[in-house]
Nanobody, 115 residues
Framework: QVRLVESGGGLVQPGESLRLSCAAS????????MAWYRQAPGKERELVAN???????RYGDSVKGRFTISRDNAENSAYLQMNSLRPEDTAVYYC?????????WGQGTQVTVSS
């Protein structure tokens, strides 16, 4: 069964850090572009960051300089290191694996930034 499972979300205070993990099963991510999206209540889902199979990365403007996406093909996983978190980063974070028109989505993990 093809699956992506996110973990690492939680409640943190502004300025703190979290590291999200995305574990793939049922397929090998090495040829896939991996991405993190997020969706806040009442807002559309937006791209946070992606990393291509060759390692090229791209970030949304609101997270540049604070978040870092990475992948470990040997572990069949992707990660999102989030530093200097802000209340506006509060959202459900989703992992995505894409290859052409084929996409796999995880179930999401909640990140809440609040004092």
């Amino acid at each position: 069964q093809v699956r992506l499972v996110e973990s690492g979300g939680g409640l943190v205070q502004p300025g703190e850090s979290l590291r999200l993990s995305c574990a793939a099963s049922g397929f090998t991510i090495s040829s896939y572009a991996m991405a993190w999206y997020r969706q806040a209540p009442g807002k559309e889902r937006e791209l946070v960051a992606n990393i291509h199979s060759v390692g090229i990365t791209r970030y949304g403007d609101s997270v540049k300089g604070r978040f870092t996406i990475s992948r470990d093909n040997a572990e069949n996983s992707a990660y999102l290191q989030m530093n200097s978190l802000r209340p506006e980063d509060t959202a459900v974070y989703y992992c995505n694996a894409g290859l052409g028109r084929y996409n796999v989505w995880g179930q999401g993990t909640q990140v809440t930034v609040s004092s």
